[in-house]
């Protein structure tokens, strides 16, 4: 089964302070991508940052980035210098591969609701 | 340039009706997925759609079905509505196959009563 686990249903960080969102997942397939969203208030998921399974560098983007453990199906986000901009539910996800129709299908956690206080 | 537009964004039905959903996708992409996401958890896969054919379905049962026209939009049906179809339903959209990142609508908030 394929799954990706978020074990902080919430969490809170002050301004300007850096936090860090944990995600484990479980896949048998061997190519894969991984990826944080965040969904505010508003509903629309954005792409935060994502990350090929074979490249072993840590993506970062801008003040976002991650730390890839591939032994560990560990997959955590860093956020650092937080604004109030960035209150949201991140999601992480992994999307693998149908190999006959090339066609991409992305699991979910169940997300971490991440508050920002002035 | 327009993202993915969804409509309606409210729906409220009654069980046993049917739904139609509808998707256009942002401007250059051709593939458009769609997931259900329940209230206090992740989105879950329903399926793909590309050149106009169900390229890859999720754990879903056949009330579940789908379209894509030649512009590239998308309309997700479900048919015979259950009391736990409620949830808000996202399309998403990317060019071509393969690790295409997502772009996702804001969602139809279906409730069915």
Not at chain 1, 27 to 44: A, H, I
Not at chain 1, 82 to 90: F, P, R, V, W
Not at chain 2, 38 to 45: D, T
């Amino acid at each position: 089964a394929q799954t990706v686990t978020q074990s902080q249903p919430e969490m809170s960080v002050q301004e300007a302070e850096t936090v860090t969102l944990s995600c484990t997942y479980d896949t048998s397939e061997s190519n894969y991508y991984l990826f944080w969203y965040k969904q505010p208030p508003s509903r629309q998921m954005i792409l935060v940052i994502r990350q090929e399974a074979y490249k072993q560098q840590n993506a970062t983007e801008n003040r976002f980035s991650v730390n890839f453990q591939k032994a560990a199906k560990s997959f955590s986000l860093k956020i650092s210098d937080s604004q109030l901009g960035d209150t949201a539910m991140y999601f992480c996800a992994f999307m693998t591969l149908n190999y006959n129709t090339n066609a991409g299908k992305s699991t979910f956690g169940d997300g971490t609701t991440l508050t920002v206080k002035p | 340039d327009a993202g993915v537009t969804q409509s309606p964004t409210h729906l409220i039905k009654t069980r046993g009706q049917q739904v139609t959903l509808r998707c256009s996708p942002k401007s250059g992409h051709d593939t458009v997925s769609w997931y259900q996401q329940a209230l206090g958890q992740g989105p879950q896969f329903i399926f793909q759609y590309y050149e106009e054919e169900e390229r890859q379905r999720g754990n879903f049962p056949d009330r579940f079905s789908g379209h894509q026209f030649p512009n590239y939009s998308s309309e997700l049906n479900v048919n015979a509505l259950l009391l736990g179809d409620s949830a808000l339903y996202l399309c998403a959209s990317s060019f071509g196959r393969g690790f295409s990142p997502l772009h996702f609508g804001n969602g139809t908030r279906l409730t069915v009563t």
